[in-house]
């Protein structure tokens, strides 16, 4: 069957998740910001740069995937380092410290309510649940 070239007319036209321009709109490291729902799932954008402190999600997994740069993510028995297009799941319970030497561009998907910190507060505690 061929493919239709164009769409019709009456059709709407549902707005796209450009993640690039989303990361535009962030200028602070080390904040995460929801950019989609799947579910009771989140995509969220993160810039970061320099070392996070150690955490671990005691309910959840936690991917990481680098749209640009490269970040290491430290572990208490060995490290992972994602360069631009790899991705990583951390799974739940499991010590994590992100690092990036220069700042990394990264999409998170986790559930809805993780908290950056995970159990522990810190300086580095960032509010939950904020779109861009
Ligand atoms: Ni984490």
Not at 4 to 31: C, D, F, G, M, Q
Not at 65 to 88: K, N, P, Q, S, Y
């Amino acid at each position: 069957m061929t493919p239709t070239p164009i769409a019709p007319s009456t059709a709407r036209t549902y707005p796209s998740v450009n993640i690039a321009h989303k990361l535009s709109l962030l200028h602070e490291h080390w904040s995460q910001r929801v950019v989609a729902e799947m579910n009771d799932y989140q995509f969220k954008i993160a810039k970061l740069q320099g070392d996070f402190v150690w955490h671990s999600h005691a309910d959840t997994d936690e991917c990481f995937f680098v749209v640009a740069g490269e970040l290491r993510i430290d572990l208490r028995d060995g490290a992972v380092t994602l360069r631009a297009g790899e991705m990583f799941v951390v799974p739940k319970g499991v010590e994590h410290k992100p690092f990036a030497q220069n700042e990394a561009h990264v999409l998170l998907v986790e559930p809805r309510g993780v908290i950056n910190t995970g159990g522990e507060e810190s300086e580095r505690t960032r509010a939950n649940d904020v779109w861009i």
